[in-house]
């Protein structure tokens, strides 16, 4: 069975651009939960989404969004990019609201210039 | 809150080495206890779990033991490879649903010599 995919594993962008990040989770999995991770921050939780509804959102700024598709897929998008979203994203996925294991997608890594 | 308290790394052990990596936790209820590795240039692996006191994790010779007297969830093993070279993460989820938000610990880098 296919791992937890992200597209794409690198990017590059300038400030005050957006960014659209994607994630298929394992089949069958249908939730997706989005992380920061930055040297100086470490592991952040971004937002989590089950059956295209986010149930959890973390202490972000609003510039940082989400969604989920009918087929699972999710996609997070950061708008007006600032030189502090330079980030390792990872995306993970779980069978559904009641499972205890994440797992995780190699990331994207985004670098704000 | 929730939180995860980690041993400061670097740690560097020359192979065969024994490993440990504390970790200590605040939370309220009862949270399921995690340990992830991210090898360079990859994403998180969970390692193993625990998800009530007094239960053991254990997955390649790696153990960590759930402390609730103690709120300790430390990594353990026996002797070291190169191979194991990675960052190490303690989590925690929330009241045992892991579809809550993972609070992780800082990370501890492990470097194994020959």
């Known amino acids: 069975k296919a791992g937890v995919t992200q597209t794409p594993r690198y990017l590059i962008k300038t400030r005050g651009q957006q960014v659209t990040l994607s994630c298929s989770p394992i089949s069958g999995h249908r939730s997706v939960s989005w992380y920061q991770q930055t040297p100086g921050q470490g592991l952040q939780f971004l937002f989590e989404y089950f059956s295209e509804t986010q149930r959890n959102k973390g202490n972000f700024p609003g510039r940082f969004s989400g969604r989920q598709f009918s087929n699972s897929r999710s996609e997070m998008n950061v708008s007006t990019l600032e030189l502090g979203d330079s980030a390792l994203y990872l995306c993970a996925s779980t069978l559904g609201p009641i499972q205890e294991t994440q797992y995780f997608g190699p990331g994207t890594r985004l670098l704000v210039l | 809150g929730n939180s995860v308290t980690q041993m400061e790394g670097p740690v560097t052990l020359s192979e065969e080495a024994f490993l440990t990596i504390n970790c200590t936790y605040t939370a309220t209820g009862y949270p399921s206890l995690f340990w992830y590795v991210q090898y360079p240039g990859e994403g998180l692996q969970l390692l193993l779990k625990?998800?009530?006191?007094?239960d053991k994790g254990s997955n390649k010779g790696f153990e960590a033991t759930y402390r609730k007297e103690t709120t300790s969830f430390h990594l353990e093993k026996g002797s070291v490879q190169v191979s194991d070279s990675a960052v190490y993460f303690c989590a925690l989820s929330p009241l045992g649903v892991g579809n809550e938000k993972l609070t992780f610990g800082t990370g501890t880098r492990l470097t194994i010599i020959p």
């Open positions: 625990a998800t009530k006191a007094d």
